[in-house]
């Protein structure tokens, strides 16, 4: 089992920055590839990137336009997003998810083993 814990949402302005983090506990040999997530009001979860263990970075342009960066400590078993210029758009819940195999499709929800609760993200205009 691999337990993850979100932090760093918060309630922010338009235009500002944000990075949420999310630390890997367990068996976190079961964390190839650790990924983020997001689902805003009413919205499915959406696909915002992903890292593997090398830090091989995978990223929905859709979702963060260039504005996103996912990093990785394999020291610190923490996976970061980093976020800049956020819009309301961008209002949601983020969640981080860790899968075991490093193959396959990484922006597919269903592919990933371990999820978060949860880290809320309220960008106001």
């Known amino acids: 089992q691999v337990q993850l814990v979100e932090s760093g949402g918060g309630f922010v302005q338009a235009g500002d920055s944000l990075t949420v983090s999310c630390a890997a506990s367990?068996?976190?040999?079961?964390?190839?590839?650790l990924g983020w997530f997001r689902q805003a009001p009413g919205k499915e979860r959406q696909f915002v990137a992903a890292?593997?263990?090398?830090?091989?970075?995978?990223t929905n342009t859709d979702a963060g336009k260039g504005r996103f960066t996912i990093s990785r400590d394999n020291d610190k078993n923490t996976v970061y997003l980093q976020m800049r210029s956020l819009t309301p758009e961008d209002t949601g819940v983020y969640y981080c998810?860790?899968?075991?195999?490093?193959?396959?499709?990484?922006?597919?929800?269903?592919?990933?083993?371990?999820w978060g609760q949860g880290t809320q993200v309220v960008v106001s205009s």
């Open positions: 890292i593997t263990w090398s830090g091989i970075k995978t």
């Open positions: 998810a860790a899968r075991r195999r490093g193959d396959g499709n990484y922006a597919r929800a269903a592919g990933y083993d371990y």
């Open positions: 367990g068996r976190t040999s079961g964390s190839a590839v």
